[in-house]
């Protein structure tokens, strides 16, 4: 099952079953025509619904539906789960610091405080044991603060970088 959250109220569940796309339990006796890269219609009884997709970023997006903006994410049964154990996905991906993996030396301190960094973005290089290390951002987020200069030595888990 698949739910889909609009706005901040409605939840709509999602479900394949023998019959076909059943939504909150009902069957969908509609037709979904793809109608451009990111455009819809949706026939559905005597409604005919133009859905385009405005803005995508994970499972979360922003929907223009017949010129309603609005905002949609979908969470499947994994998400689901992961919420039960209370392990949300979502709040886990915010990153507060970055600590040193290994105890090494600085070489290069690439970001400054101020920079808005995503995943996955090179922040600076750590030397251990003769080796370059590329330590890059595990989230998207804002620099506030960097603890370390060149050439200083760090040990494990010290704080290297710190996010707003």
């Known amino acids: 099952?698949?739910?889909?959250?609009v706005g901040e109220t409605e939840k709509i569940s999602v479900t394949n079953s023998k019959e076909g796309v059943l939504l909150?339990?009902?069957?969908?006796?509609?037709e979904v025509v793809k109608v451009g890269e990111?455009?819809?219609?949706v026939y559905r009884e005597t409604k005919i619904?133009?859905?385009?997709v405005v803005e995508r970023e994970g499972k979360k997006?922003?929907?223009?539906?017949?010129?309603?903006?609005?905002?949609?994410?979908v969470t499947d049964h994994i998400d689901q789960i992961l919420d039960k154990l209370g392990m949300d996905v979502s709040?886990?991906?915010?990153?507060?610091?970055?600590?040193?993996?290994?105890?090494?030396?600085?070489?290069?301190?690439?970001v400054a405080e101020g920079d808005e960094v995503t995943q996955?973005?090179?922040?600076?290089?750590?030397?251990?044991?003769?080796?370059?290390?590329?330590?890059?951002?595990?989230?998207?987020?804002?620099?506030s603060k960097?603890?370390?200069v060149e050439k200083e030595n760090v040990e494990k888990n010290q704080v290297l970088i710190s996010f707003e």
């Open 1 to 5: 099952m698949i739910e889909v959250k």
């Open 24 to 30: 909150n339990g009902e069957l969908f006796d509609g």
């Open 38 to 41: 990111s455009s819809y219609k």
């Open 49 to 52: 619904f133009t859905i385009d």
């Open 61 to 73: 997006m922003k929907l223009k539906v017949n010129g309603v903006l609005l905002d949609v994410s």
């Open 91 to 110: 709040a886990s991906a915010a990153v507060k610091d970055v600590k040193a993996p290994m105890p090494g030396s600085i070489l290069n301190v690439i």
């Open 120 to 143: 996955g973005d090179q922040l600076l290089v750590l030397e251990a044991m003769k080796m370059e290390n590329v330590i890059k951002s595990p989230g998207d987020g804002k620099v």
């Open 146 to 148: 960097i603890h370390v």
